[in-house]
């Protein structure tokens, strides 16, 4: 309470000076934006500009700004007292999304590494036909996502409107005319709120790795649109897309988390730094909750101040850490021996469950796993993905918003969520992955059509499909898929590793010799590649290592047996005949 | 020129003219699963709630007109999606002569070689989810419009025989061998066509180390065969109102005609009828059957006891829900998925065509997680009634996951 007051006293003295706005003589019965911007201390013009003396409709909307969260105008209004988010936001991904326009280019072979670049502002003065084709792909195909899009222009559109600056992500609810009373125009204006609802993180992050899709147990899937309801496709995404359900995330069954509850204003907005990719820029971890660091809570302003805006998680005074940026989490607190973890939109309280110090987790061996490589249930992958580019046709650019020359198509393959495949992901750790991207590309030009390139590659994410019950042993030491050799069938005879793959590339179209699904050679050979500098499939030694084991998960297939104590001595006793079975294995 | 003509005049004219020489063939034939396509029918007819249903492609009941319930309209999607190769079908065969469907004509006993079926003439039915193109490693494509891929060198849409896209998965060995359908399945007066076959006839010496007695009871293609085709739950439609824009992107459902119907019906300014074709007697009825899958899958399979007393791999494909939307625009079945308390859905023991020359290795069925339940994502998914067998008992599957299991697989790998 203490803080909260300190906070409005601050506002006060800022705004002391200004007085009431003329603008409520028109706007008299506009709806409140918030508990922390009244209008009694902000007035409006503060935050939409104008010219608050006057009385006449004109002179007053002279140099208004309707949507002052916009992030060209946000710097002068937001930016009084929010410069620094501003200036964070500004270089974030989500603004320029250069990331995805830095590795477009380099899937697209038109650099030779990851180069940084500023995404959609550098874009905005190219003119189209002196685009390269990564960058008229990123135009037509990605960049509707930003927080900083126009909103205006997905108006009849089956797609969510997306934009508007912070209001993309803080708006909770929408402007509405009330209507017209005494000709006094009545306003329902946005509602801003922290406690950002999931529906807002979906309205974009429901493609390219489907993140906020499998969150929620929604896989994007063949396109039945099945079941039918009512004579009706069923489960629709938008436009053309359909979903079905598969097991969510257990954040999400158990405890109905948002993405908010995990990741953390720096995380979300920014730590001010231009990062290269998403994985730089998120700030949270497993650990962080589930093996929670803490730290006395009067060392970051921020912790209560954003207990403070939130609300509904009230003020403690120590509270965990996260271990990359080290920012507070303020709805995890330590009162007294207690652990307690807040959910941030209403502020129930949960146990969060430690994570466990048993042989799986302390071993040596699996000391190179992502929690998420063992934990993860399913992983949305959709392999062969065609480019069908038609230099003549035409096409709606995000960022110019007009259509301008050439028109992109999308094909595909086929759809998989089982057993994701491992790979040493972008940390050095060990990951799930899935294709990201594997293009095959067509481009046609008046009636000549060329052959294209190709570009195959795989991507290591966390798929937010989060279980408790980890994946079984034998589910990563024996199973083609996990290895990244692909679909088939694997075998050992006599030490030696056999793999027959099921998928027939070359048959079937694809301009590679080796199957779709296969991410390394059972001899370790890369077959795909990574947009990460680090990240790689396992090579000979690691996929012979890993397969090694399942000759003794055969019998001693749970963590608590005896063996996996000290596996190496235990495998030597093995060798050396010291042990029960190895007597009857060995002698035949 | 002229006497060519005149050796093809008997065949057009007279479509009895092979009878002449062979004159038992057409009572074999028509006794056959080919020509009464029995088996189809009946699995078909049980599995939507007919009990001891008995008829043939020949005295299958006419479409209703008042349809109430799933045994009133299972005759319907039968003679119009399901039975659209048959002997006698137009889209088959287009002579009179019933023969002629699968054999080629010959005008005497030196060319007779001419009239033994090919493998185009067996794939020109066996071409989707049973056993034929998986032969030639084949795999359909999803519907959507995004899965005709990838475009070809000349820049065109890829090929589509049959009306289907495919994936190329490995072939069968047989077949990479240059074997075709009938150098297995081949005519035997003694026995049906249908129970001519066996790997041993072929295989006799079969090695001991891997034939132990243990596997005694498995059919050779439990194991030998690599991938199968499991479609799951099978969603059809019958929609007699003209309601065509939400199948834009879904014209291609494996049937010519409706294909080519959608692609009418989606361009024309005036509302065009929904009609389709009744297989059998070749006229066009009220209402269009759409179709469409949760997902199909090359890499799943599951195992059961078959009547004739061996294990083999059971495919998923008859997980049905069904809805019926009448001319009204109300829905008389909506989404039905379940009578009498159970799914309507069944497992068939079968035996996919897709022989490598490396079998499937032990953990593949002893520790397969959809047998055992164990696959999070598939959990329950596989438990409905299997036809022409039963499901392994507890008593099998706890066998399959005995200590003598893991010894000798442990065995196997040092």
């Known amino acids: 309470m203490k803080i909260i007051l300190t906070f409005f006293i601050f506002v006060s003295i800022i705004f002391a000076s200004n007085k009431p706005d003329n603008c409520i003589t028109c706007h008299k019965d506009t709806t409140p934006i918030d508990n922390f911007h009244p209008y009694s201390e902000f007035g409006c013009a503060s935050c939409h500009g104008g010219n608050k003396d006057a009385l006449d409709k004109q002179k007053a909307h002279k140099n208004m700004v309707l949507n002052p969260s916009r992030l060209e105008h946000a710097n002068m209004f937001c930016g009084k007292c929010h410069k620094d988010i501003i200036n964070r936001v500004d270089k974030s991904i989500m603004n320029d999304m250069h990331g995805v326009l830095d590795v477009l280019r380099f899937q697209f072979h038109e650099t030779k590494t990851i180069q940084k670049t500023q995404g959609i502002k550098d874009l905005k003065n190219i003119p189209t036909n002196k685009q390269s084709l990564a960058e008229d792909h990123f135009s037509k195909l990605c960049a509707a996502c930003h927080i900083n899009q126009d909103e205006k222009i997905f108006k009849n559109s089956s797609y969510t409107p997306r934009g508007g600056g912070c209001v993309d992500c803080h708006r909770v609810e929408d402007v509405k005319k009330l209507g017209v009373k005494n000709n006094k125009l009545k306003l329902k204006h946005p509602k801003l709120s922290t406690k950002i609802p999931s529906k807002n993180c979906l309205k974009c992050h429901n493609r390219s790795n489907r993140i906020g899709l499998s969150y929620f147990g929604k896989f994007e899937s063949e396109g039945y649109g099945t079941p039918y309801k009512n004579g009706k496709l069923t489960n629709k995404i938008d436009k053309g897309r359909y979903y079905y359900e598969l097991p969510a995330d257990i954040h999400h069954t158990s405890a109905k988390l948002d993405c908010i509850d995990c990741h953390t204003e720096v995380g979300v907005m920014g730590d001010g730094k231009h990062h290269a990719h998403m994985e730089d820029a998120v700030d949270i971890s497993c650990k962080d909750c589930h093996d929670a660091k803490f730290k006395d809570a009067s060392k970051f302003g921020l912790s209560a101040m954003l207990s403070a805006v939130n609300g509904s998680v009230s003020f403690a005074q120590k509270v965990a850490i996260t271990s990359k940026k080290q920012t507070p989490l303020y709805n995890l607190q330590k009162n007294g021996e207690k652990i307690e973890f807040f959910r941030k939109i209403d502020g129930k309280k949960f146990d969060i469950t430690k994570m466990s110090d048993k042989e799986y987790h302390k071993s040596k061996n699996h000391q190179r796993l992502d929690c998420t490589a063992c934990h993860s249930s399913w992983i949305p992958s959709c392999y062969g993905c065609h480019e069908v580019y038609l230099k003549n046709g035409k096409q709606y650019d995000w960022i110019k918003h007009k259509a301008t020359k050439g028109k992109w198509m999308e094909l595909r393959s086929y759809l998989r969520y089982e057993s994701p495949a491992l790979a040493v992901g972008y940390n050095e750790k060990i990951m799930p992955t899935a294709p990201g991207c594997q293009v095959i590309t067509s481009i046609y030009d008046k009636d000549v059509t060329n052959d294209g390139f190709h570009s195959f590659a795989y991507a290591a994410w966390d798929p937010h499909t989060t279980q408790k019950q980890s994946r079984s042993c034998d589910d990563c030491h024996f199973n083609p898929m996990s290895l990244g050799l692909g679909e088939g069938i694997l075998d050992m005879k006599k030490d030696k590793i056999v793999f027959q793959p099921f998928y027939q590339s070359q048959k079937s179209g694809m301009p590679i010799s080796y199957p779709i699904d296969a991410l390394v050679s059972k001899e370790g050979k890369q077959f795909q590649s990574f947009s990460r500098q680090k990240a790689r499939g396992f090579n000979q030694k690691e996929v012979k290592k890993i397969v090694e084991v399942y000759k003794c998960i055969v019998c001693h297939n749970t963590w608590d047996d005896k063996i996996y104590k000290d596996f190496k001595t235990s495998k030597k006793m093995f060798y050396d005949k010291k042990t029960s079975c190895s007597k009857e294995i060995l002698n035949d | ?414």
């Open chain 2, 1 to 414: 020129m002229i006497k060519v003509l005149f050796l093809l005049i008997p065949l057009f004219l007279f479509g009895n003219e092979c009878i002449k020489c062979h004159p038992n063939k057409m009572e074999q034939c028509k006794k056959s699963n080919h020509f009464t396509l029995k088996n189809s029918i009946n699995i078909t007819r049980k599995v939507w709630g007919i009990k001891n249903s008995d008829v043939t492609l020949q005295t299958l009941p006419q479409s209703k007109l008042k349809i109430q319930s799933l045994k009133d309209l299972v005759d319907d999607f039968l003679r119009r999606k399901c039975l659209k190769c048959h002997l006698t079908s137009k889209t088959i065969n287009k002579t009179d002569n019933l023969c002629l469907a699968c054999h080629n004509s010959h005008t005497n006993k030196y060319d007779a070689k001419k009239a033994i079926p090919t493998q185009a003439k067996c794939l020109k039915c066996h071409n989707n989810n049973f056993i034929g193109t998986d032969y030639l490693g084949l795999f359909p494509h999803d519907f959507d419009k995004a899965y005709r891929s990838p475009i070809t060198k000349d820049g065109k849409y890829p090929p589509r025989p049959y009306g289907i896209d495919f994936h190329h998965l490995n072939a069968d060995i047989h077949y990479e061998l240059g074997m075709s359908c009938i150098d297995c399945h081949k005519n035997n007066k003694n026995k049906k066509w249908e129970e001519n076959i066996s790997c041993k006839s072929c295989h006799k010496n079969l090695s001991q180390q891997n034939h132990k007695e243990y596997h005694n009871k498995l059919s050779c293609n439990a194991c030998h065969s690599a991938w199968s085709i499991s479609s799951y739950e099978l969603n059809v439609l019958r929609d007699d109102t003209p309601n065509y824009k939400q199948w834009s992107r879904l014209k291609v459902q494996e049937d010519k005609y409706l294909e080519k119907f959608l692609k009418k019906a989606l361009k024309s300014k005036q509302q065009i009828k929904p009609i389709m074709l009744d297989w059998i007697d070749e006229k066009l009825k009220d209402g269009i059957w759409y179709s469409g899958y949760r997902f199909r899958r090359w890499e799943n399979f599951f195992l059961v006891n078959s009547d004739d007393g061996k294990i083999k791999i059971a495919q998923p494909r008859f997980q049905y829900r069904i809805s019926y939307k009448n001319k009204d625009g109300k829905m008389i079945l909506d989404d039905v998925y379940k009578q009498n308390g159970s799914k309507i859905e069944a497992f068939l023991p079968k035996e996919p065509h897709t022989i490598t020359k490396q079998s499937k290795s032990c953990q593949m069925c002893h520790e397969n997680k959809i047998m055992f339940d164990k696959n999070l994502i598939y959990k329950g998914m596989l438990k409905g009634k299997v036809l022409k067998g039963s499901p392994l008992t507890k008593e099998q599957l706890d066998k399959m996951q005995s200590n003598r299991y893991k010894l000798e697989r442990a065995k196997s790998l040092f």
